[in-house]
């Protein structure tokens, strides 16, 4: 087989840009493994990354999707996999990678690649990966998350907002979950918040204070930047930590340094990924206590299943904040 069908970006631009076509087959790389693929998880950096807005960007034709669920088709000699392992896995566009899993292969990271249960789906594989390994390596490895301490979780019903609400009351948390609409509200209220506000028709700051008293935000996190942002920043308290995620509103905030300052406030980058090779163990180590959460069924990930060719029709939903979870395309 010299091509395979996938979703193409053939010049950065908007993801509406993207058409179902042929690619040439890749070749997998050093410490790479080429994947048979089965499930593909949607991210809003997929949206960044067809514009060029991403940290990195790929050289043109490329397939994006950044998580995958399949079956290996070749690794090195000496990897931890072997041909035909059910696996999930870090598609390698997220450094400049041409081939992402929205296409019937792709070509994943091996230190970001992990052996999925018998028991694990394709599809809860996919939605686990990403969501859950990044808010478990930001509440435990990067705050350090201590029982009773209240954490803010910034859109609170997307996939890894949800992730993290799940893992922080599982550490005896408590929990803020904010999101944009009623619907959001109602659907999170069975992973038992301790306190929900749509901060679309309620003020987040005079919300929590009236509650809680004067900053009383231990752990912020946060996936979207902009004025958001800066609203949790100020309710953190002395020796508060803010976990940076994302930027899905597209806005980079400056950091309020003099207020960091006086406050005793700790900014806390969060991107996982980065321990490919600095600490692959830990990831490896971590994935499988995810694996066992879900197995004892004390971790819920919420996902929807879709077909390949409605990628596209998903992928302008998450832009425009319609969906709730992941959403998880099958081919």
């Known amino acids: 087989m010299s091509e395979y069908k996938a979703w193409i970006q053939n010049e950065v ?42 940290q990195s960007n790929p050289q043109t034709p490329f397939v994006p999707g950044f998580e995958v669920a399949g079956i290996v088709k070749e690794c090195a000699e000496d990897s931890h996999l072997k041909v035909g392992d059910r696996v999930v896995g870090a598609c390698t566009v997220f450094r400049s990678g041409r081939y992402g899993s929205f296409g019937e292969f792709c070509i994943s990271s091996e230190n970001l690649t ?3 249960p018998d028991e694990i789906s394709y599809e809860a ?11 478990d390596f930001a509440l435990h ?27 922080a009351k ?12 009623d619907e959001k509200a109602e659907f999170i209220k069975k992973y038992n918040p301790d306190l929900i506000i749509n901060y679309q028709k309620e003020n987040l700051k005079e919300v929590i204070e009236n ?25 953190l308290s002395s020796e508060g930590r803010a976990l940076i995620v994302g930027f899905a509103s597209g806005n980079i905030p400056n ?33 499988e206590s995810l694996f066992n959460l879900y197995l004892d069924k004390n971790i819920d990930p919420v996902y929807e299943i879709i ?25």
């Not at 790389?29 to 949607?42: M, Q, R, S």
């Open 114 to 116: 992990y052996k999925i």
């Open 211 to 235: 509650k809680y008293g004067k900053r009383p935000i231990n752990i912020f996190y946060d996936q979207v930047g902009g004025e958001p942002y800066e609203e949790g920043l100020r309710l």
């Open 141 to 167: 490895r990067r705050a350090q998350i201590k029982e009773d301490e209240r954490v803010l979780v910034n859109a609170a019903a997307g996939g890894v907002g949800l992730a993290a609400i799940q893992l």
């Open 255 to 287: 950091q309020l340094l003099s207020y960091l300052l006086v406050k005793n406030i700790t900014l806390m980058g969060v991107f996982m990924i980065s321990f490919e090779d600095d600490d692959s163990a830990y990831l490896h180590s971590r994935m």
């Open 170 to 181: 599982l550490s005896n948390a408590k929990v803020i979950a904010a999101v944009g609409s």
């Open 13 to 54: 631009g908007p993801f509406t840009n993207l058409k179902i076509g042929n690619m040439e087959m890749p070749r997998r790389g050093e410490k790479e493994v080429l994947i048979e693929t089965k499930a593909a998880t949607l991210n809003f950096a997929d949206l960044l990354l067809s514009g060029g807005m991403y």
């Open 307 to 331: 077909p390949f060719e409605k990628i596209l029709d998903y992928l302008d939903l998450i832009g425009s904040r319609k969906t709730i979870g992941r959403i998880v395309a099958t081919i």
């Open 125 to 135: 594989a996919a939605s686990i990966l990403m969501a859950y390994l990044t808010s």
